[in-house]
């Protein structure tokens, strides 16, 4: 109870006048009389309206659970001070679920009232934002300071001015004043920073004393590739980050090293010459892909690459069955496979290497840290592990997040590389839209059309998906154009078969859900329109975003939205159409959602912050 924190304070003298809501109010104390109770609505959708009068205008108060409670404790034409947070519907003001007491002389809470992180369920159950306060008033009354134990050594209070716990946590949820609860703040925010700091050094030492491989030298398969197969030119980033596997794995410990860079910055490129680095030394190298479509192509890439040298590169993944699987587990086994891509089957416990030396691992948030290590088992010392993000997360949230790896970042997108042009347009304007993508195509382009798919309204999705997939065919008929469709109910068979339809090119449009969000690489495809965009994040945007500009080819993503979108999403789709720069865009999505919306990518064991905000300490890190 002591740790569940209010998230602002409202100051109970402030009295406000309804003739003062507009727009942008948030929560708001009226003092008025309420009049007009009465039910509305049958069965579940039954609710209590009334309405709350002052001098200077009316409000409509709404409740949808308790209705009946409300009822018998309600007096009509009764005077009452309300608290309640303002919503709007079609302009006109309302309050749902106000909190409500009768206007007398104990009514009002002198100072700042702590306003709680609450739900529609907690509130339906009578834990409105007020009984919290009342609950944890009445919880200071029982204990005593000495039952909440100062942490911290008294040096460390004295040095950086620190309250003790004990104030800290009475503060934060009761200041008196405006310093008291920046006092509060300031002590927790701080106690939480520390212990996420002392658990980072602790995996860090766990890690670090861990034995592994030494590449004690840059060999011929390296330096041929450098000299006489770069694709083009290394950016200063790529060779940075390069330098830094270099000396990871010279040292004798095992190298756990995240690369993150944006979308088309050259992150493949500097896993392959990490794996030449592997040969060198005479060990094998593997690469890890979360599935089947982006680990084809990943060993397509690296074979083209490869081949020219003679160098032998396998694929495994679940299809490979028969002959072909025994073939390369012998020569995994045996050495004579000195690279291999696959997916999990790669660590399958019938999968055995001579000498596994270094593992590359893409899309890291997709394999638990319990896989990596079955990859470590593969050898009798750990290789050096590889993990390649897409996904730009400022630095200092990067070292919590991935506490057991250390961070490079590729800052750089390699030269000749158009930048996408990005629009944000209404539904008004699809007719326009449709014809752009026609004129594209026509042109001899491919395009992808992507529809949001959430879990809560997954049935809507997948109708509107259909529908949008109808509406497609109506303006790209069927006998002049080919287009595929994949989402995540399809067979995986299918699935494949159409994905691999519009990678070879014989789809020119792909319709589907977010299933291609990561990783799939057809430079011959130029637009990229997302449905609803207003329903995505940020990060999820510029993810998509990235499946074009592949080519040589200008590229376009199209941003359509409903008419009437919100002011957050309206401020996405700006942030979108402005920067292409994924690191500010992680930024700006962070400072948007909060740093708890990443959990998707959290490490366990890693600490979650209730009050520090990583995006403030990563801006003013020293």
């Keep these: 109870m002591l740790q569940h924190y209010p998230y602002r304070y409202f100051d109970r003298k402030r009295v406000d006048k309804i003739a003062q809501i507009h727009q942008n109010t948030d929560y708001v104390q009226l003092i008025g009389t309420v009049i007009n109770i009465f039910e509305e609505g049958e069965g579940r959708k039954k609710r209590l309206v009334a309405t709350f009068y002052d001098d200077t205008g009316k409000i409509e ?34 309050i749902a679920h106000p909190e409500m007491e009768p206007l007398n002389s104990e009514t009002a809470i002198p100072g700042m009232q702590p306003v709680y992180p609450t739900t529609e369920k907690l509130r339906a159950k009578g834990l409105s934002n007020r009984s919290f306060a009342k609950v944890t008033q009445s919880l200071f009354e029982k204990i005593m300071p000495g039952d909440i134990p100062e942490i911290l050594p008294a040096t460390m209070l004295q040095q950086y001015r620190l309250c003790n716990r004990y104030q800290a946590m009475r503060w934060i949820h009761f ?107 005479g060990f094998q190298a593997c690469m890890m892909a979360p599935t089947e479509i982006l680990a084809q192509q990943h060993y397509q890439g690296i074979k083209s690459l490869l081949e020219p040298m003679g160098i032998p590169v396998a694929i495994l993944t679940g299809t490979v069955k028969g002959k072909e699987r025994k073939d390369i587990l012998r020569g995994l086994a045996d050495g004579s496979i000195p690279i291999a891509v696959g997916t999990h089957a790669l660590i399958e416990d019938t999968v055995q290497f001579k000498n596994l030396g270094l593992a590359v691992i893409d899309e890291q948030h997709r394999f638990g840290v319990g896989q990596r290590a079955r990859l470590w088992a593969k050898n009798t010392t750990a290789p050096h592990v590889l993990v390649m993000t897409a996904t730009p997360i400022p630095r ?157 080819e200008q590229s376009y993503c199209i941003l359509l939205t409903g008419n009437k979108i919100s002011k957050e999403s309206s401020e996405r789709m700006q942030i979108m159409v402005e920067t292409a720069n994924g690191f500010i865009i992680a930024e700006k999505d962070l400072a948007m959602r909060g740093p708890g919306d990443l959990s998707g990518t959290r490490q366990s064991g890693i600490l979650k912050f209730k009050l520090a905000d990583m995006l403030y300490s990563q801006r003013y890190d020293t």
């Design 61 to 94: 108060l709404i409740w949808f659970q308790g209705a009946q409670w409300m009822k018998k404790s309600l007096v009509d034409h009764g005077r009452y001070i309300l608290f309640g947070r303002v919503s709007f519907f079609n302009g006109v003001p309302n």
């Design 175 to 281: 200041p008196d004043t405006e310093e008291h609860m920046q006092a509060a703040r300031y002590r927790l925010k701080f106690e939480e920073l520390l212990a996420s700091q002392l658990k980072i050094a602790q995996l860090r030492l766990q890690h670090t004393i861990q034995p592994g491989w030494k590449f004690e030298k840059v060999g011929d398969n390296f330096n041929n590739f450098f000299n006489n197969h770069l694709p083009f030119q290394l950016t200063n980033a790529q060779k940075r980050v390069l330098k830094e596997i270099r000396v990871d794995t010279a040292t004798g410990k095992q190298m756990n090293r995240l690369v993150q860079g944006d979308v088309g910055s050259g992150k493949t490129i500097v896993a392959v010459m990490s794996m030449l680095l592997a040969m060198d030394n």
């Design 396 to 552: 200092t949230l990067a070292m919590t997040l991935y506490g057991d790896l250390d961070v490079s970042v590729i800052d750089e997108l390699p030269p000749g590389r158009q930048e996408i042009k990005t629009v944000h347009r209404n539904e008004m304007r699809r007719a326009n839209v449709m014809d752009f993508i026609r004129s594209e195509v026509d042109k001899g382009r491919q395009a992808y059309i992507v529809y949001p798919l959430i879990e809560e309204s997954e049935k809507m999705d997948y109708e509107s998906l259909m529908a949008g997939f109808e509406q497609v065919k109506v303006f790209f008929p069927e006998h002049k154009y080919n287009i595929a469709m994949v989402h995540g109910r399809q067979e995986a068979a299918l699935k494949e078969r159409n994905m691999q339809r519009f990678v070879s090119g014989d789809a020119q449009i792909l319709v589907a859900t977010t299933v291609i969000e990561v990783g799939v690489n057809v430079p011959n495809a130029s637009v990229m329109l997302i449905e609803s965009a207003e329903r995505f994040g940020l990060s999820q945007l510029h993810q998509l975003r990235g499946r074009v500009g592949r080519g040589a």
